[in-house]
Every structure is written in structure tokens, then in C-alpha cells.
């Protein structure tokens, strides 16, 4: 059964460095698209950045770009977000989600397996 589950959360200032990890099991890694979803109290769920199945083409929103990257590691069945020059507008609830075969998506109803997040919080 797919699963996912995400660590390396926690608390860092402004303009600092967070390493988020997504532990993966129950499918082929490098044939599954992942993308990073955050979400904030009271706002809706946003992606972040996503990494294709098929040719590790990335893609990131404007707001996080040249300040995340995301890669996997297919032996290691992780997945990783490293998060650089942190703002306060980026604290939130991180996600990894995952769905076979598909391209590089940050749209949420792309995805059919999600992790239960882990909590990113950005002090001024």
C-alpha cells in the first residue's frame, strides 16, 4: 500500500534552512511524480513544487522559486525539499504527495496519496 511520510519540520528564523524529507513505501518511486504542498491556518492548500516521473523536470511557483528544490533519491525511496532563505510567509504545514505516472503538477486534485505533513514554522 502507497504511504508517505514526511519529517524535518520544525522551527527556524528568517533566513534560514530547513531540509524536509518524504519517506516513501508500497510503489516504484522513480515511475511516481511527488510534489510539496503547504498549507497555513485559515488559507487553502497550495503546491509548492513538484518533481516529474519521467524525466526529473521540476517545476516551482513564483514564490518559492530559487529558494526550493526539490529531488528524490529512488534507492533510498525518499524525497526531499530543501528550503533556503525562509520567510515567516512561508510557515505552514508541509505535505508530499505522490500519483503514478504523472507529470510534474502542483494541482492537488492530481494527486492521490498524501502524507500527513509536517509542521514548518518561520520566526521573524
Known amino acids: 500500500q502507497v504511504h508517505l511520510e514526511e519529517s524535518g519540520g520544525g522551527l527556524v528564523q528568517a533566513g534560514g534552512s530547513l531540509r524536509l524529507s518524504c519517506a516513501t513505501s508500497g510503489f516504484t518511486l522513480d515511475v511516481y511524480a511527488i510534489a510539496w504542498f503547504r498549507q497555513a491556518p485559515g488559507k487553502a492548500r497550495e503546491g509548492v513544487a513538484c518533481?516529474?516521473?519521467?524525466?526529473?523536470?521540476?517545476y516551482y511557483v513564483d514564490s518559492v522559486k530559487d529558494r526550493f528544490t526539490v529531488s528524490r533519491n529512488n534507492a533510498k525511496n525518499t524525497v526531499s525539499l530543501q528550503m533556503n532563505n525562509l520567510s515567516p510567509e512561508d510557515t505552514a504545514v508541509y505535505y508530499c504527495?505522490?500519483?503514478?505516472?504523472?507529470?510534474?503538477?502542483?494541482?492537488?486534485?492530481?494527486?492521490?496519496?498524501w502524507g500527513r505533513g509536517t509542521q514548518v514554522t518561520v520566526s521573524s
Open positions: 504527495a505522490t500519483n503514478r505516472r504523472l507529470s510534474c503538477s502542483v494541482s492537488g486534485s492530481d494527486y492521490n496519496f
Open positions: 518533481l516529474s516521473n519521467s524525466d526529473d523536470a521540476t
